[in-house]
């Protein structure tokens, strides 16, 4: 009796390609996130700006909860949740990035499943909303809400710490190709449209073997500016926002260390910190 195997007969056992392979939460994290060095950030931030260290934490638009895995593994004391919109990044954050904790530290790890907007937890030291994540909110009132959601969410001394890109190639329509072991990551910059500053983005994922991943993301976001930014917290209540900007690499990149900064370069393009104090 011939076996079932759902194949014509004959028909040659097809390979997987690259792409069918991958997991695109995996890539992503692998190209754009490093929890270790934002929380690095984070934690000598609050304490050169507090005097003491932060304990508990929130990743809002958390995705998988890297940084809030990250965060726990910081010390017995350090707590932390992750709130993100998607229960199925938050389901593979539980399997492959909780799943990595030690079971004392995951149990300091809270996963919550609720839109930025509505989230009811516990006063935080520090909120933090990452790789541009806030910019889904594309119109000042949405942002403000958000702003004074997150300072009600902040202990008396709590910080909210954000990101932004920017610079004369922020808006140019263009992709760019950056190469990683067995992947190229592409970020691309599709379309930009300068009357409402919305920008619409997408990542794609290409193989060796010529398979590739399009539009594994895509993000319709507001490019919101630092002033505009800067603006809006303070009338969300906060007392003091600054920008923290990137050194210089000596060779037209940036070196990973971010100071406080008042005015910043005219680079063409640039990725700074903004941290805001309650
Ligand atoms: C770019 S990913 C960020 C992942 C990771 N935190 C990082 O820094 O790279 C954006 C995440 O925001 C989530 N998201 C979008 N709108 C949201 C909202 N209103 N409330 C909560 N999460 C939201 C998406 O589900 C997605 O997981």
């Known amino acids: 009796m011939a076996l079932r195997t759902g194949r014509p ?27 270790v060095a934002e929380v690095d950030f984070i934690r000598s931030t609050y304490a050169a700006l507090r005097g003491h260290r932060p304990l508990v934490f929130r990743e809002d638009f958390s995705g998988p909860a890297s940084a809030a895995c990250e965060w726990a593994r910081r010390g017995p004391q350090c707590r932390a949740f ?11 954050g539980r399997r492959h990035r909780l799943s990595r904790l030690r079971p004392a530290a995951r149990e300091r790890v809270r996963l919550v ?9 516990p006063h935080a030291d520090v909120v933090a909303a990452l790789n541009f994540s806030y910019w889904v909110f594309r119109d000042r009132a949405t942002l403000l809400r958000y702003f004074r959601s997150v300072h009600g969410a902040l202990r008396r001394d709590g910080l909210l710490v954000l990101d932004a890109f920017g610079g004369y190639e922020a808006s140019r329509e263009m992709e760019e190709h950056t190469r990683f072991r067995h992947f190229t990551y592409v ?9 409402t500053g919305e920008i619409t983005c997408h990542i794609h994922f290409r193989f060796p073997d ?7 993301f895509t993000y319709e976001w507001r490019l919101w500016t630092l002033p505009e930014l800067r603006e809006l917290l303070a009338e969300a209540g906060f007392s003091r ?3 923290y900007w990137e050194g210089d690499d000596g060779d037209g990149g ?6 406080p900064e008042a005015a910043g370069d005219a680079d063409a393009g ?9």
């Not at 390979?15 to 392979?21: D, G, K, L, N, S």
């Not at 970020?187 to 009357?195: I, L």
């Open 9 to 35: 007969r004959g028909a040659a056992r097809r390979r997987p390609t690259m792409a069918e392979r991958a997991d695109r939460y995996e890539l992503y994290e692998r190209a754009v996130h490093d929890p």
């Open 82 to 92: 992750g709130v993100d919109i998607d229960a199925a990044v938050l389901d593979w």
């Open 113 to 121: 499943h609720a839109d930025v907007l509505e989230a009811r937890t």
């Open 187 to 195: 970020w691309d910059q599709a379309e930009f449209r300068p009357v």
């Open 210 to 216: 010529r398979s590739r991943i399009d539009r594994a």
């Open 241 to 243: 926002a600054t920008v």
């Open 254 to 259: 940036g070196n990973g260390e971010f100071t």
């Open 270 to 278: 640039w990725i700074a910190y903004l941290v805001a104090e309650k």
